[in-house]
């Protein structure tokens, strides 16, 4: 038996949810199939939400039926790209965390999403412990930001 002091990320990513546990929602964006249900086992795996869209439209759509806080997107799509996405995103009251994706991740490409306002860039193929923590880490950005404007709102 495990203490949760002895479990190594990866596992602790795969571990029962509490009672209370707010899970982290998510939307992915790709025409990729294969991207998409890795995504999905690794949320279910985690108890967590995974909305899957396969075009700039759908992904879309999703976001105006749906809070989510994080949104991946394949840095082509069919018809649109990541930074279309970041535009939609920007201007909501609450905007979601964008995680670009790409087959050709690089140094150059991973300055740009981040200069232009997205929250981080994940290479694939998908490496579960990094996509976790990065797709944690943008929930919890989102929901400290959500938290805080919460707050100031209350208190203006």
């Not at 200069?115 to 290479?123: E, K």
């Not at 193929?125 to 944690?136: D, K, L, S, T, W």
């Not at 950005?141 to 203006?156: L, N």
């Amino acid at each position: 038996m495990h203490t949760s002091e002895s479990l190594n990320t990866n596992e602790r990513l795969l571990q029962p949810a509490p009672i209370d546990y707010d899970p982290v929602v998510s939307l992915a964006v790709s025409p990729f199939e294969a991207d998409l249900s890795f995504l999905q086992r690794m949320f279910d795996d985690a108890d967590w939400k995974l909305f899957t869209a396969h075009t700039y439209k759908e992904g879309m759509a999703e976001l105006s039926r749906e809070l989510i806080p994080v949104v991946l997107c394949e840095c082509q799509l069919p018809d649109g790209n990541w930074k279309d996405v970041l535009s939609r995103l920007a201007p909501m009251l609450e905007p979601p965390r964008l995680i670009a994706v790409s087959h050709h991740a690089d140094e150059r490409l991973w300055l740009e999403v981040l200069n232009l306002g997205g929250f981080d860039l994940l290479a694939t193929p998908f490496h579960e412990v990094e996509a976790g923590y990065a797709i944690g880490t943008a929930w919890l950005d989102w929901k400290y930001a959500r938290h805080q404007g919460a707050h100031s709102r209350r208190h203006t």
